[in-house]
């Protein structure tokens, strides 16, 4: 195998927390380093699905439907004044990423990558187009 290839791993049964834990953190490691440097406080949480209070939160009918989230106060909004928070979160949600995944034939890595390079977009306070930029920068994740 050539040095520049990566080996994308084979799934014989569902992917489980801990594979999309391994996806999610090769995914981090592509994000450009100027980003890199600022999420290193930022911990990502895989979990089966969104619990009924954050659904409730944010008026989502049906778990099926987040993939992801960010859970904190994103950069651009911050001051020097502000008071100390908890720590900012991001979760994946294994079995609605997994729905996606069988329903639209996407690599499970670059699926996962794509979640994970949105919820850190919503950290820095990112617009859409501003996401989409930096996945494409990133190759498309």
């Known amino acids: 195998m050539p040095q520049h290839a990566t080996r994308r791993p084979t799934f014989t049964t569902p992917p489980d927390i801990i594979d999309i834990e ?3 953190g090769r995914a ?3 994000i450009p380093a100027r980003l890199r440097a600022h999420i290193t406080n930022v911990a990502i ?3 089966e699905l ?3 209070a954050t659904l409730d939160e944010l008026g989502i009918e049906s778990p099926w439907d987040l993939t992801g989230l960010y859970h904190g106060t994103p950069l651009n909004q911050r001051s020097v004044g502000d008071i100390v928070r908890m720590p900012d979160l991001i979760f994946l949600y294994r ?3 997994l729905a996606e995944w069988i329903e639209t034939g996407e690599e499970l890595y670059r699926l996962v990558a794509s ?3 949105h919820e850190v977009g ?3 306070g990112f617009s859409d187009a501003d996401i989409e930029a930096l996945e494409q920068e990133m190759g498309g994740a």
């Open 45 to 47: 949480r895989v979990e």
């Open 50 to 52: 969104p619990d009924d």
């Open 95 to 97: 079995q609605p990423i």
């Open 22 to 24: 391994a996806l999610a």
């Open 122 to 124: 919503h950290h820095f």
């Open 115 to 117: 979640v994970l390079v």
């Open 28 to 30: 981090l490691a592509t």
